[in-house]
């Protein structure tokens, strides 16, 4: 369920390392920027605005992801007995909270006794409130061919612009603007992305009232998951998702969201979250005997005629609501959600597409089951479509004393199953799919932790309608050890697949066998106050179809506390990578609400430089990053530079 084995020493370590720490943290829980963006705009707003621990309830508890289900447990069984906590002392007689646990809390929570009221005045909105505002530009050079050619319209910057504000009452409102590269500046705000929302939240009955963009998310992913999740490649990834219901967004992802209205309300031990919302997708449009047809095309780039074209061109109603009962011990959730598409979709073109579905309605209906007892937490989510056919997870979790925690989790999917917006864990909700899941982790001390997640997944290929069984198979080995203020991250991975895979040319499908082994070796060390130093080895070997290939990198980063307002880091990663073994990926420090997860491939050496000052009010940071291709005997330069105003 829900991030429970989140290590806490992962949060200690920002403290004690910097922010840079921080953001890798999020890449190795996230998939993508995007991800890592969103996953660190809600952090920096659950620092921003700690969370009421005298009166939130176990769900929101759980939502932030630094405590897990036992301990959240035990931390309202304490309340419920004792009353009112006044201060994180008192937290070290809850079974479970450590000192080095109560530590790394105190910036995300607060101990006050009353609840604001919705206050309007200018003092409230104005004097005593949030405002951050920040305007970033980046350029690579050379321009691709595609500039060149003259086949992009705009210029090759990359802009954006991002307003916060915050009350101390509850109400906050945000606004992204973004261009990328190629795009024009046009429109009434010249940026061709734009997000916002206007939020009121609280602790009353009302808990929340968005108006704007948001996300949701619902159980495990099987019926709906919009925005962003956590994957299991760090240790303490749990291994459940835990869903926020609605969240508000303004971010740069252009497609997996909704625009309209959500509410949040509370009564008693009921939880009612019902949301309405309208927007245009971008698809592209087909005439069929006269009649026309228009399928959703993802991505967000508008820089061609073609991609101007098929901007916001196919209307999407959308309308659920998700009602939810939750005591100590259980917590039972209903969700029921509905889309309608303002034009038939394409029908299927070839084989490849035999079982994507021609409507135009989708809707839902799922349940989530979570209920804690023995010692064991369980964890149920069952989803059917339309037409009735059925999805399920089923997972659970058991810590066994302090050094053991073992977790299960089996997932079965209809061939025929359809959602709109899942994203459930494993690869990719194939059709049909049965997939297992077993994770161990051995926390020996609190310095020393090792984590083993073995899976697998068994699917048939029903879009080439034959029953063409495929198969993956995957081990992991995580092993973090501190010593004398450093840090070690051992990771092993293996992977053996075999598919059923093929194209329209091809008389027959051929089976595509897949053998990968990587391993990575991470240290970091506070050399001292003011000077720290992250290096990385990785080693890559894949054999497919009989194919061998491989791969190395190494990186190294040094960060400069020089002053308090300023801080510089230097990295550089080098790699030899063959064509067949695909590539391997690194954490690079990026602005703030950035993330750089570069992929390396053949023969390459990148280079980049960030310098950051932050002022009382204002901040400003510059990023450059050089890649020189060695085969090739080519070169990319990219620059970016934000400033940041606070107040």
Wanted: aromatic residues 14%.
């Amino acid at each position: 369920m829900v991030r429970p084995l989140l290590i806490l020493s992962l949060f200690v370590s920002h403290f004690a390392l910097g922010q840079s720490d921080l953001n890798e943290w999020l890449n190795l829980r996230s998939s993508d920027a995007e991800q890592a963006e969103q996953l660190y705009l809600e952090w920096q707003e659950l620092q921003q605005n700690p969370i009421a621990i005298n009166f939130c309830s176990r769900d929101e508890l759980l939502q932030t992801g630094l405590l897990n289900i036992f301990q959240v447990h035990n931390l309202i069984q304490y309340r419920e007995r004792e009353g009112l906590i006044y201060s994180s002392r008192e937290l070290i007689l809850v079974k479970g909270f450590s000192k080095e646990l109560i530590r790394a809390l105190e910036s995300f929570i607060d101990f006050r006794t009353e609840n604001p009221k919705l206050d309007f005045s200018p003092q409230a909105l104005f004097k005593y409130a949030k405002h951050d505002a920040l305007w970033r530009w980046q350029i690579k050079s050379p321009l691709s061919e595609a500039f060149k050619d003259g086949d992009y319209l705009g210029d090759p910057l990359e802009s954006r612009i991002r307003y916060q504000f915050q009350s101390r009452t509850g109400l906050s409102a945000a606004i992204n603007l973004q261009k990328d590269p190629g795009e024009k500046w046009t429109g009434p705000l010249l940026f061709d992305h734009s997000a916002f929302y206007l939020r009121y939240k609280s602790n009353r009955n009302l808990r929340q009232i968005l108006v704007g963009d948001f996300q949701f998310q619902f159980g495990q992913g099987l019926s709906l998951w919009s925005g962003s999740a956590f994957d299991a490649s760090a240790i303490g990834a749990d291994i459940n998702r835990y869903s926020k219901g609605f969240r508000a967004f303004a971010g740069n992802e252009e497609n997996r969201f909704f625009r309209g209205l959500a509410l949040e309300y509370q009564w008693r031990a009921f939880n009612l979250q019902p949301f309405i919302s309208y927007r245009k997708l971008d698809a592209r449009e087909e005439i069929i005997q006269g009649e026309a047809y228009r399928k959703p095309v993802y991505g967000g780039y508008h820089r061609s005629e073609t991609e101007i074209a098929r901007r916001k061109q196919l209307p999407l109603s959308s309308a659920g609501l998700q009602v939810q009962y939750e005591n100590q011990q259980s917590k039972i959730s209903l969700l029921w959600h509905g889309h309608r598409l303002g034009q038939a979709p394409i029908p299927p073109e070839d084989f490849l597409e035999s079982l994507q579905p021609d409507r135009q309605q989708y809707s839902n209906l799922s349940t989530n089951i979570q209920h804690l007892v023995a010692g064991f937490f369980l964890n149920l989510e069952l989803s059917f479509d339309a037409d009735f056919h059925p999805a399920a997870i089923f997972s659970w979790q058991k810590a066994f004393g302090d050094h053991l925690k073992i977790a299960q989790q089996v997932q079965q999917n209809s061939v025929h199953y359809v959602s709109w917006w899942a994203s459930a864990p494993g690869p990719d909700l194939n059709p049909g799919a049965t997939a297992f899941v077993q994770q161990i982790e051995i926390p020996w001390t609190y310095h020393n932790q090792s984590q083993i997640r073995l899976e697998y997944q068994r699917y048939p290929w029903p879009r080439y309608q034959i029953d063409g069984p495929s198969a993956e198979r995957q081990i992991q080995i995580l092993h973090r050890w501190h010593k004398f203020e450093q840090q070690w991250d051992f990771r092993f991975r293996y992977q053996n697949s075999e598919s059923m895979d093929g194209n329209n040319e091809q008389a027959e499908l051929q089976t595509k066998q897949l053998n990968t082994w990587q391993l990575r070796l991470i240290h970091r060390w506070p050399i001292t106050r003011i000077i720290s130093c992250r290096s990385s080895i990785q080693y890559k070997n894949q054999n497919s179809n009989g194919i061998p290939a491989q791969g190395q990198m190494i990186s190294q980063q040094w960060n400069f506390e020089l002053a308090p307002q300023w801080q510089h880091i230097i990295s550089y990663s080098l790699s030899d990578i063959d064509q067949n073994a695909g590539a391997l990926y690194n954490y690079e420090a990026d602005l703030r609400y950035g993330f750089s997860i570069p992929a390396s491939r053949g023969q390459s050496l990148r280079f980049n430089t960030l310098s950051r000052w932050k002022g009382e009010r204002f901040g400003i940071e510059a990023k450059i990053s050089y890649l020189y291709a060695i085969e090739e005997k080519t070169s990319q330069l990219d620059f970016k530079i934000q400033c940041r105003y606070h107040l």
